[in-house]
């Protein structure tokens, strides 16, 4: 049984403002944007686009797929390593989302462009994915397993090296990032629980989510247990 409850995951929303892009980094620009997509279409040569998802592309796509199937990149796992001060999180709490990094394997789920929306739908990605031009080469292509044999698919957030906004971090110091980060867009607790249920749904389980879930968990119940002395310590004071 999942520990990170959804009333857990409830204490640590907030109504939390837009403070603009994250510190030190350049927006990617709409012609830059473009610049990726034709690169992106000129790569694919002509043969249809799968789009390889791990974290929340899995159950928040935001675009309608023409197929879909499950599919496993080896030489890559999921991990909580991209760093954030926006969206899920602030400058003052910052958190952490997932990209891949090297080594064992990852289980998720390609899914297949419309050759009709395929351009528009590419866009849409890339904004969603890649706001930042230092960070443009986060798009690759990865071979992955699927029940019909080996595709080339796109995938964002699995760079070769270290982006800036990458970081291999401890299960322990990313359990406390993600109990206490909280932004416009949700919270990293109600993202870490998101995709896990819809790994879950998709017959897959993640044994590095499960343990940090049980972490995160744990961290979210002991800053509530510490709240009230908190409290009561100042009215003793004041």
Same mark, same amino acid.
């Given at each position: 049984m999942m520990q990170l409850t959804p009333e857990l995951v409830a204490l640590t929303i907030r109504d939390v403002r837009d403070d603009g892009p994250e510190p030190g980094w350049t927006p990617i620009s709409e012609a830059e944007i473009d610049h990726l997509v034709e690169a992106i279409e000129s790569e694919a040569g002509g043969e249809l686009i799968w789009v390889f998802a791990y974290g929340s592309l899995i159950w928040n796509p935001e675009f309608e797929a023409a197929g879909r199937q499950r599919a496993t990149a080896y030489g890559w796992h999921r991990s909580f390593s991209l760093k954030i001060e926006r969206w899920r999180a602030t400058t003052a709490q910052p !958190?952490?989302?997932?990209?891949?990094? %090297? !080594?064992?394997?990852? $289980? #998720?789920?390609?899914?297949?462009l419309s050759e009709e929306r395929r351009r528009? $739908?590419?866009?849409?990605?890339?904004?969603?994915?890649? +706001?930042? %031009? &230092?960070?443009?080469d986060m798009v690759r292509w990865l071979p992955? +397993?699927?029940?019909? !044999?080996? %595709? +080339?698919?796109?995938?964002?957030?699995?760079? *070769? +090296?270290?982006? !800036?906004l990458t970081k291999l971090v401890p299960l322990d110091e990313a359990a406390s990032l993600i109990? #206490?980060?909280?932004? &416009? *867009?949700g919270s990293c607790a109600q993202y870490l629980r998101n995709t896990i249920v819809d790994l879950q749904a998709e017959g897959i389980r993640d044994r590095n989510l499960w343990r940090l879930q049980a972490l995160v968990a744990a961290e979210i119940s002991a800053r509530q247990s510490d709240a009230p002395r908190f409290h009561e310590g100042r009215l003793a004071n004041g």
């Amino acid at each position: 049984m999942m520990q990170l409850t959804p009333e857990l995951v409830a204490l640590t929303i907030r109504d939390v403002r837009d403070d603009g892009p994250e510190p030190g980094w350049t927006p990617i620009s709409e012609a830059e944007i473009d610049h990726l997509v034709e690169a992106i279409e000129s790569e694919a040569g002509g043969e249809l686009i799968w789009v390889f998802a791990y974290g929340s592309l899995i159950w928040n796509p935001e675009f309608e797929a023409a197929g879909r199937q499950r599919a496993t990149a080896y030489g890559w796992h999921r991990s909580f390593s991209l760093k954030i001060e926006r969206w899920r999180a602030t400058t003052a709490q910052p !958190g952490l989302m997932l990209a891949l990094e %090297r !080594g064992g394997q990852c $289980d #998720g789920v390609v899914f297949l462009l419309s050759e009709e929306r395929r351009r528009q $739908d590419l866009r849409s990605l890339i904004a969603r994915e890649i +706001k930042y %031009r &230092e960070v443009m080469d986060m798009v690759r292509w990865l071979p992955v +397993k699927t029940p019909n !044999g080996m %595709r +080339k698919a796109l995938t964002f957030w699995a760079g *070769g +090296k270290r982006a !800036g906004l990458t970081k291999l971090v401890p299960l322990d110091e990313a359990a406390s990032l993600i109990a #206490g980060a909280c932004g &416009e *867009g949700g919270s990293c607790a109600q993202y870490l629980r998101n995709t896990i249920v819809d790994l879950q749904a998709e017959g897959i389980r993640d044994r590095n989510l499960w343990r940090l879930q049980a972490l995160v968990a744990a961290e979210i119940s002991a800053r509530q247990s510490d709240a009230p002395r908190f409290h009561e310590g100042r009215l003793a004071n004041g």
